[in-house]
């Protein structure tokens, strides 16, 4: 069955140091690819999103691009902030109604 | 604005207590789903409803159960709390036709 597998936390940068948050996923056919954001205390945000093999999906100066070759989609970001701080889940959607499976969730810890 | 609410935000049952934790979106999405969140697993998919009447069991159905009388509200019952319930329950709606789900903020769940 289709599944999603990121990297494990806690990640802990430095304010303005790069960030990658791998993701690569299983699944049959196209699925759709995508990163939420959930900052403490509160629900998910829909982050970015890619619908298509090479596709990229960006927001807020992150960034991640559809790998079919490697079946990846991970997160980056240039120079993170403190505001960042946050649990990043990537995601994917087979196209079976909107159904979402997760990835476990990375916490990503930003100190200035 | 156009929104998904849940509601209580924090709840503390018994065991063996039935609990009901609502949620509605004024989106007139279609497809509605309820996940539970916990620690290392991400978040999995309990229930959903491709519209009016219509449900369906997802990957940790047991415990649960969901009616959808209108398009607006899907209610999340546990039957028999149990300890193991014990979790952050998230709602989430999605149009037809569209990739992406939207959150509520998440119900806290405690079972004692």
């Known amino acids: 069955g289709n599944s999603v597998t990121q990297m494990e936390g806690p990640v802990t940068l430095s304010e303005e140091a790069f960030l990658t948050i791998n993701c690569t996923y299983t699944?049959?056919?196209?699925?759709?690819l995508f990163w939420y954001v959930q900052y403490p205390g509160e629900g998910l945000q829909l982050l970015l999103k890619?619908?298509?093999?090479?596709d990229k999906g960006s927001n807020k100066g992150f960034e991640a691009t559809y790998r079919k070759e490697t079946t990846s989609f991970h997160l980056e970001k240039g120079s993170v902030q403190v505001s960042d701080s946050a649990v990043y889940f990537c995601a994917l959607n087979g196209n079976q109604g909107g159904k979402l499976i997760f990835g476990q969730g990375t916490e990503l810890s930003v100190k200035p | 604005d156009a929104e998904i609410t849940q509601s209580p935000r924090h709840k503390i049952t018994e065991t063996g207590r039935q609990v009901t934790l609502a949620c509605h979106q004024t989106?007139?999405?279609?497809?509605m789903f309820w996940y539970r969140q916990d620690l290392g697993h991400g978040l999995r998919l309990i229930h959903y409803?491709?519209?009016?009447?219509?449900?369906n069991k997802g990957e940790v159905s047991d415990g649960y159960s969901v009616s959808r009388s209108n398009t607006e509200d899907l209610p999340l019952t546990l039957e028999s709390a149990a300890s193991s319930q014990t979790s952050v329950y998230f709602c989430a709606s999605s149009d037809i036709g569209r990739v992406e789900a939207f959150f509520g903020q998440g119900t806290r769940l405690t079972v004692v």
């Open positions: 409803s491709y519209g009016v009447h219509d449900t």
């Open positions: 890619a619908t298509k093999a090479d």
């Open positions: 989106w007139n999405h279609n497809n």
């Open positions: 699944a049959t056919g196209y699925p759709s």
